[in-house]
C-alpha cells in the first residue's frame, strides 16, 4: 500500500453543532476549502439567528387573537416551506446554476486591518499674564498731589518718590512674571514639538510596519491564489490528488438544506476512474419534524403539529435516494476532464441505536453507477426510488430502519495496523527515567516526539499495534520532495548495547515496506558493528543521550539510568508469579 501525506484543517462550528475535518494532499486547497466551510457555516448561522429573531418579535408583538392567528399561519408556512425543501433536493440541484469552479478557491479579501491615522498633539495655548506692562503715565504711579503737597516742598518730594518707586516695584515684577511666562510657554513650546515629533516617528513606524504586513498578506494571498491555479492546471493534467481536491470542493460548495450533515470522505482509484464517495447521511431524528402551528383560541395557546412516522419515513427514505443520486449528478456533470467513468455512493449514518442506546454507524445504502448509462437518466423525472432500485442500488426496503448493508466498494481509509495514540511528554520531568517506562507508553512518547519534528513539514506519524515484537512500532509521512516519503521508526526501551541483529530487522522492515528510510530509537546504546551496518545505508541509529536531546529540544526534560531501571525491571519481573 501507498502512503500519501495529506494536510487536514479541523473546522467547527458551536452554534450549528458541525464539524469537518478537510483533507487533502495540496495546502493551500484545504485552507481555501476549510474557509470555504466556515464561510457556509456562518452564512447558515446567520440565517437561523435572523429567523428566530424574527421570530421571537413576532412573537412578542401577536397580543390579540387576529395577530396570534397570523403568526401560528406564518410559523406553518415556514415549516411547510422546510419540508419542501428536503423533498425536492433532487430538483433544486439540477436547477442550481451556480457550478464550482477552481476560482472560488481563491481568495479575493481585502487586508482587514486599516491603515493607521496620524496623530495630531493639542497645540499648547499660549499664557499671557493676567496684568498689563505698568505704564509710568497711568495714573497709578502719578503723585496725587494736594494744596498741602504743593506749600510743603518735602512733602511733595516725598509722594513723587514714593510713587516712582510704586511704579519702579510693579515694573521689576512684572518683568519677572513676564519673564517666567515666557520661559514657561517656551518649556511648553518644545514639549509641544517634541510630542509631534514622537507623533510623527510613531505614525512612520506604524505605517512602515502596516505596509509590511499588507504587503506580507498580498504575497502570501498571492501565493495562495497561485497555488490553486496550479492546482487547476494539475487537474486539467489528469492529477489523482487534484481531481480528489476539485471533487470535494464540488460537494463542498454545492447547496443543500441546513439541517443535512454535508460531510464525505472520497477516494479515487485513477486506473478504473472510479470514484468512491463516502458520504454523511442525516439520521431520521436530524430531521425537521415540524408540520403545522396551530393557535387554539379557546386556551390561547399555540400547537405543535409533528409528521406523522409514517410521513417522516416517507420523507427520510425520499431523500436519501435523492441525494445518492444528486451526488453522483454533481460529480459526473463536474467532470469537465471527464476523469470519472463510474461513481461509487455509500450514505453513512450516525445514530443512536434504540435499543442498546449506543451510538454507531452504519452504511444503509450503497450506489454504483457508470457515468454514460447514468447520463442518459432525465433526473427531473424520475421517481428517485424508483431511479435508485433501476440503477441496482443497494438498500434495505426502508431505509428509515437504518439497516446496515455492505458498502458496494468501501475506501481503503488507513493501513489496518495503525492504532490511537496518545500524549505522554507531558507526564515525564527530569525524574522520570525512560529506560524504566511501560514499553507502550515509550512507544507512544516516540511517536510524539517524532511527530513535532516532523510537524515543521506538514509531516504526520502514526503508532501501529502494540505487539512488542521489534516490529514496526510508527510510521512517519514527511511530504518534502527531496528528503521525504514514507519512513518506519522502531523504538527499543533497552538496558543493553542493541546489536546489529536489530538494525538488520530494521533494514528489512524498510525494505519489505517500501520505505524510503529507517529510524532506531534505544534509550542504550548500539554496538560498533551496529554502526558498520547501518553505514551507507538508509538508516538513521539513535542512542539514549541523541533521545534525551531529541526530547530537550522539544521542550521536555528526562533521565536514562539503566542500572535504576534494571533493578526496577527485575524487580517487576519478580512479583508477577505472585500476582497470579
Not at 499648547?124 to 497711568?138: C, D, G, R, Y
Not at 515666557?182 to 511648553?188: D, G, P, S
Request: aromatic share 8%.
Amino acid at each position: 500500500m501507498s502512503f500519501k501525506q495529506v494536510w487536514q484543517i479541523e473546522v467547527r462550528h458551536e452554534g450549528l453543532n458541525r464539524y469537518r475535518l478537510v483533507r487533502g494532499t495540496n495546502q493551500h486547497v484545504v485552507a481555501q476549502t476549510a474557509a470555504a466551510q466556515r464561510a457556509i457555516w456562518d452564512e447558515m448561522w446567520a440565517r437561523r439567528l435572523a429567523t428566530q429573531r424574527k421570530v421571537s418579535a413576532r412573537a412578542r408583538s401577536a397580543r390579540d387573537k387576529v395577530s396570534k392567528k397570523a403568526l401560528a399561519a406564518e410559523r406553518s408556512k415556514a415549516a411547510q416551506a422546510v419540508i419542501a425543501e428536503l423533498t425536492c433536493v433532487l430538483k433544486d440541484g439540477l436547477a442550481n446554476q451556480d457550478r464550482f469552479t477552481w476560482e472560488l478557491l481563491k481568495d479575493t479579501s481585502k487586508y482587514a486591518v486599516p491603515q493607521p491615522t496620524k496623530a495630531t498633539p493639542a497645540k499648547p495655548a499660549l499664557v499671557t499674564l493676567p496684568w498689563a506692562k505698568p505704564e509710568a503715565t497711568h495714573t497709578k504711579y502719578l503723585p496725587q498731589l494736594g494744596m498741602f503737597d504743593h506749600l510743603i516742598p518735602s512733602r511733595k518730594k516725598a509722594k513723587i518718590l514714593e510713587a516712582r518707586k510704586r511704579f519702579s516695584d510693579d515694573s521689576a515684577r512684572w518683568e519677572q512674571e513676564y519673564k517666567e511666562l515666557l520661559r514657561k510657554n517656551e518649556v511648553n513650546q518644545r514639549r509641544y514639538e517634541d510630542e509631534v515629533q514622537r507623533a510623527e516617528a510613531d505614525y512612520k513606524a506604524r505605517l512602515s510596519h502596516w505596509m509590511q504586513e499588507e504587503e506580507a498578506f498580498a504575497n502570501k494571498q498571492k501565493g495562495n491564489n497561485e497555488a490553486i491555479v496550479n492546482r487547476k492546471k494539475d487537474y486539467f493534467a489528469g492529477s489523482a490528488d487534484a481531481i480528489l481536491e476539485y471533487c470535494d470542493s464540488v460537494l463542498s460548495f454545492s447547496q443543500y438544506p441546513d439541517c443535512l450533515p454535508r460531510d464525505s470522505e472520497l477516494d479515487y482509484d485513477p486506473d478504473a476512474k472510479m470514484m468512491v464517495v463516502d458520504y454523511s447521511l442525516p439520521s431520521p431524528d436530524d430531521l425537521p419534524q415540524l408540520k403545522e402551528v396551530k393557535y387554539v383560541q379557546a386556551r390561547d395557546e399555540f400547537v405543535d403539529v409533528s409528521l406523522s412516522q409514517s410521513e417522516l419515513n416517507r420523507m427520510y427514505d425520499s431523500l436519501l435516494y435523492q441525494l445518492a443520486l444528486r451526488v453522483s449528478h454533481e460529480l459526473y456533470d463536474h467532470d469537465i476532464i471527464e476523469a470519472i467513468h463510474s461513481i461509487v455512493f455509500n450514505g453513512w449514518v450516525r445514530f443512536v441505536d434504540k435499543a442498546t442506546g449506543n451510538n454507531e454507524t452504519a452504511c444503509i445504502l450503497s450506489l454504483h453507477t457508470d457515468r454514460a448509462e447514468f447520463l442518459l437518466i432525465n433526473l427531473s423525472n424520475v421517481d428517485p426510488k424508483a431511479c435508485f432500485r433501476s440503477l441496482k442500488g443497494v438498500g434495505s426496503s426502508k431505509l428509515s430502519s437504518l439497516v446496515s448493508v455492505p458498502p458496494i466498494l468501501a475506501i481503503d481509509k488507513d493501513d489496518r495496523r495503525f492504532v490511537p495514540s496518545y500524549q505522554v511528554a507531558d507526564t515525564i520531568d527530569e525524574r522520570s527515567n525512560l529506560a524504566a517506562m511501560d514499553w507502550e507508553d515509550f512507544e507512544n512518547l516516540i511517536r510524539e516526539l517524532f511527530e513535532k519534528e516532523f510537524a515543521q513539514s506538514g509531516g504526520e506519524v502514526k503508532v501501529t499495534q502494540a505487539s512488542r515484537d521489534g516490529g514496526v512500532d510508527a510510521v512517519a509521512f514527511d511530504p518534502d520532495p527531496i528528503r521525504g516519503g514514507k519512513i518506519v521508526i522502531q523504538a527499543k526501551r533497552y538496558t543493553n548495547v542493541v546489536g546489529v541483529s536489530a538494525v538488520r530487522d530494521l533494514y528489512g522492515t524498510v525494505m519489505n515496506e517500501g520505505a524510503t528510510k529507517g529510524i532506531l530509537v534505544t534509550t542504550a546504546t548500539f554496538g560498533p558493528d551496529a554502526y558498520q551496518f547501518a553505514n551507507g545505508k538508509p538508516l538513521t541509529l539513535l542512542n539514549g543521550g541523541n533521545l534525551l536531546h531529541l526530547l530537550e529540544k522539544h521542550g521536555h526534560k528526562a533521565k536514562i539510568d539503566l542500572k535504576e531501571a534494571k533493578r526496577l525491571i527485575a524487580e517487576k519481573d519478580a512479583e508477577k508469579p505472585r500476582n497470579h
